[in-house]
């Protein structure tokens, strides 16, 4: 098994940098597609584009609301979440997000269509501008741009040395735009939890490859492919247990806000796992190799 892999880091250490970069351009084309489809690169909630959000407390299973609201609306981008109590399926009511119907024409509906009669027991509602909404945004947007700013001056800092510093940092973009791209297959829209997830997956992504690189250019014990193998124990080993863990508290969460977190950061750390040891080893030992490092 390790002559295996020791092969296929030496013999088609090109094609392991060259399948992950495909990845991430075919995920830079879904984003591009999206903007120009929508005006956006990924869905937003209504968090971060305006809009309302209204909230029954019912132990009562409300079926094919969604559909029944379209149907009063159809030009509506209804999200219907039900509630539930934590370790159960226990119904405690229903979110209704939506962008383009305020509150005081959404009330009455929902009453016509549950056949509740709305109050201040049993109903919330919640409303978000949509200048507040983008200002949430592009607020975010800038907080997760000086993330990676920061990141890339102290990685260049701390190496010095151009090629695995920009691996690095191009590892840790790729992981964020490749994450992006598949969040529709998901059916998941962005919100501020989720920006707050991508910036925990960047410091998260930028550990694995510092972890890499670090072994493969600073130490001198060992060949270079013992030092590899080396960091892929400790590295895998470090999202092997981030992955369970995230997992189960996907699984047994009832909180929304903490279920897209929890999966933003999962589908991350799948396309850390491929951009790390793929693109970024690739690289690596490309680079190494031409430095007549042994291996």
């Known amino acids: 098994?390790?002559?295996?892999?020791?092969?296929?880091?030496?013999?088609?250490?090109?094609?392991?940098?060259?399948?992950?970069?495909?990845?991430?351009?075919?995920?830079?084309?879904v984003l591009v597609y999206n903007y120009q489809s929508t005006g956006d690169i990924v869905a937003k909630d209504v968090?971060?584009?305006?809009?309302?959000?209204?909230?029954?407390?019912?132990?009562?299973?409300?079926?094919?609301?969604?559909?029944k609201l379209l149907e009063k609306f159809p030009d509506g981008d209804f999200t219907v979440r039900s509630i539930e109590k934590f370790?159960?399926?226990?119904?405690?009511?229903?979110?209704?997000?939506v962008s383009n119907v305020d509150a005081d024409t959404l009330e009455p509906v929902l009453e016509e269509i549950t056949g509740f009669e709305l109050n201040e027991e049993n109903y919330s509602v919640e409303f978000v501008g949509g200048s507040l909404g983008a200002s949430f945004y592009k607020q975010m947007a800038i907080a997760l741009l000086l993330a990676y700013i920061f990141m890339a001056i102290v990685v260049f800092i701390t190496f010095r040395v151009p090629v695995p510093s920009f691996a690095v940092i191009f590892a840790a973009f790729a992981n964020m735009v490749c994450t992006l791209a598949v969040l529709p297959l998901f059916g998941i829209k962005l919100s501020t939890a989720g920006i707050a997830a991508l910036l925990l997956l960047i410091g998260y992504s930028v550990d694995t490859d510092i972890l890499l690189t670090t072994r493969l250019l600073r130490r001198h014990d060992g060949t270079l492919f013992e030092r590899l193998i080396d960091s892929m124990k400790t590295g895998l080993t470090m999202t092997a247990a981030a992955f369970v863990a995230l997992g189960v508290g996907y699984l047994f969460s009832s909180s929304y806000v903490l279920q897209q977190m929890f999966l933003i950061i999962l589908i991350g750390l799948?396309?850390?796992?491929?951009?790390?040891?793929?693109m970024n080893a690739g690289l690596l030992i490309w680079y190494l190799r031409k430095k007549k490092v042994e291996v």
């Open 47 to 67: 968090s971060l584009k305006g809009g309302t959000t209204a909230t029954i407390y019912s132990s009562e299973a409300f079926l094919d609301l969604k559909e």
């Open 87 to 97: 370790g159960s399926d226990t119904s405690l009511g229903v979110t209704i997000e």
């Open 1 to 29: 098994m390790k002559e295996k892999v020791q092969e296929l880091y030496y013999t088609h250490y090109k094609k392991l940098f060259f399948v992950p970069l495909l990845i991430v351009i075919l995920a830079l084309g």
């Open 270 to 278: 799948v396309f850390d796992v491929i951009m790390t040891y793929g």
